[in-house]
């Protein structure tokens, strides 16, 4: 039963991680804190869509993902600053990876970026930036892992393309 208590305990506990995942995307204190505030607004007049297949920190995490996006979407119809937030993202959890690597996960997400659905969008987030795998990806977004499989094969055979000279 989600009363009102439940949820505030909910609050106490995942604040601080909802807002470091608001702050990572978006890059702005305030708006990171009303971004939480809107998170968990949502599970306050939506709790049955928290349909207990994933723990509550992994529900709360897709959430603040899918609202953060939505809103450097809304704000710069995925624009520079979207981008750059995105690759400041990549770098400060790149600390140990090959600069190639780095270069190639921007690459992808950028492609995404500029003409991918929400959805794929999110995936590319995930899996290229977040390092998730596909089966905690697929719980993210509601699509099975075979999907999320090909999507992320779609969207690298894009990427390849578009390095390449190509259309993609």
Same mark, same amino acid.
């Given at each position: %039963?989600?009363?009102?208590?439940?949820?505030?305990?909910? +609050?106490?506990?995942?604040? +601080?991680?909802?807002?470091?995942?608001?702050?990572?995307?978006?890059?702005?204190?305030?708006?990171?804190?009303? %971004?939480?505030?809107?998170?968990?607004?949502?599970?306050?007049?939506?709790?049955?869509?928290?349909?207990? *297949?994933?723990?509550?920190?992994? +529900?709360?995490?897709?959430? !603040?993902?899918? *609202?953060?996006?939505?809103?450097?979407?809304?704000?710069?119809? *995925? &624009? !520079?600053?979207?981008?750059? *937030?995105?690759?400041?993202?990549?770098?400060?959890?790149?600390?140990?990876?090959?600069?190639?690597?780095?270069? !190639?996960?921007?690459?992808?997400?950028?492609?995404?970026?500029?003409?991918?659905?929400?959805?794929? &969008?999110?995936?590319?987030?995930?899996?290229?930036?977040?390092?998730?795998?596909?089966?905690?990806?697929?719980?993210?977004?509601?699509?099975?892992?075979?999907?999320?499989?090909?999507?992320?094969?779609?969207?690298?055979?894009?990427?390849?393309?578009?390095?390449?000279?190509?259309?993609?």
């Amino acid at each position: %039963m989600w009363t009102p208590e439940v949820i505030a305990d909910i +609050y106490r506990q995942h604040r +601080y991680a909802v807002y470091r995942r608001c702050r990572a995307l978006l890059g702005e204190d305030d708006d990171a804190q009303e %971004m939480v505030h809107e998170v968990f607004l949502q599970l306050l007049e939506q709790p049955r869509r928290f349909q207990r *297949r994933s723990k509550i920190s992994t +529900y709360l995490y897709a959430i !603040a993902t899918h *609202r953060c996006l939505n809103r450097l979407r809304d704000r710069s119809a *995925r &624009g !520079a600053r979207w981008r750059t *937030r995105v690759a400041e993202h990549i770098e400060r959890r790149a600390v140990d990876a090959r600069p190639d690597d780095v270069v !190639a996960a921007r690459q992808i997400v950028d492609l995404v970026l500029e003409g991918a659905d929400a959805t794929s &969008g999110e995936i590319a987030l995930y899996h290229f930036v977040d390092g998730l795998s596909q089966g905690d990806i697929a719980g993210l977004v509601g699509l099975s892992r075979i999907t999320v499989n090909k999507r992320i094969g779609r969207l690298r055979r894009h990427a390849r393309a578009l390095a390449a000279g190509g259309t993609g």
